[in-house]
């Protein structure tokens, strides 16, 4: 039956219908929600995009203002994750103390992105949660883990921002939120448009990092190896929390994360060399052994006992650049047949190897977010 918003009602057949209940956003809903858990009320008005009082007050533009790929729940989490950037003092100051005038503030503004991005990546949601408006080019250049390096003034803010999301009552608001809108976002995404912000949302890895390239698998990975306790079974050393005595289970049929790296093997070395380099301070060399004798003028003896030091963070034997070899693949032993015992026990693909990649950074290192001390 069709009815028509105009049709003549005829009082004896339809009762008065009363409106108790009106549609609410699910996503809109949890985020006030969040703000309230945190002491913001959230206000609505066309006077500003986004604002705060500095009292509890934020304020967001209505729909009609607002772009279509903006949401209010979005709005609201950037706004929170301003007042974790933002100093103790600016936390009571309207608008967190910045200057939306001008670029004096664009530090913070980048620290809040890059805190937003840490945030929304534990659950999926980096391209749902994204930054909108003029700062969209910034968001979208953001690398794969916001928070790592010390190239931008606003890693260091954004990491202070982090550490404060990651104490109560933060903690708890923001992950309650996080969770639920990536749940509401798991059971719409395969109905969704293929322009709605929902088809966006991607899950996670089991691990729970970003799902990796398409076509790879646990199975194939460098961090994969075989360990007890008990019965050997498939893990993951790229995963492993410091703090836990085994690396996590794996299924090597899972779908590869993002930080898959494909196997090493012999020939990898030529073209890595990090144990050889700045991934360690000197390699210990017996004062007796074949080496020793062949070049004493290497061996340097001091309070770290008879080593081969690395002067400029390269290994004296190491052979480096067009005369080491392929410009692809520069480092060789000068002395392989003769190299110290460490070396020599030093495994391909082992814990040290891949430590030793890290430190040089050619693998990948768990993001701070993914850490027990970022958890
Ligand atoms: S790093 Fe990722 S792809 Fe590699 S084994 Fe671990 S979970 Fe699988
Ligand atoms: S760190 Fe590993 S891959 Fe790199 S040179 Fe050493 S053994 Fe080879």
Redesign the pocket.
Known sequence: MRLLRSAPRDATMIPERRITHRYEDPSDAVWVACAARLGYRIARGDDVYAGFDGGDTITVATGAELDPDDSLAQIIFHELCHALVASDDARRQPDWGLDNTGERDLVQEHACHRLQAALADRHGLRAFMAATTQWRPHWDALPADPLAGDHDPAIALARAGWTRSRQSPWREALDDALTATAAVAAAVASAAQHDSLWSTYKPLHPLGSRVGPEGVHCSNCAWRFRAGPGYPVDRCRQHRDPGAAVAPRIDPGWPACERYEPP?SDA??AA?????RE?FHLVPVGVRSALAKARPEWVVRDAHGAHLPRPGGYCVALERGPGGGLPEAP?RCSVYDLRPRSCRD?T?GEDA?LL??QRVGLSASPPLSATTSGA
């Open positions: 090493l990898s070395c890595c060399g990090a144990c050889c991934a480092y030093f391909v190897c030793a990649r």
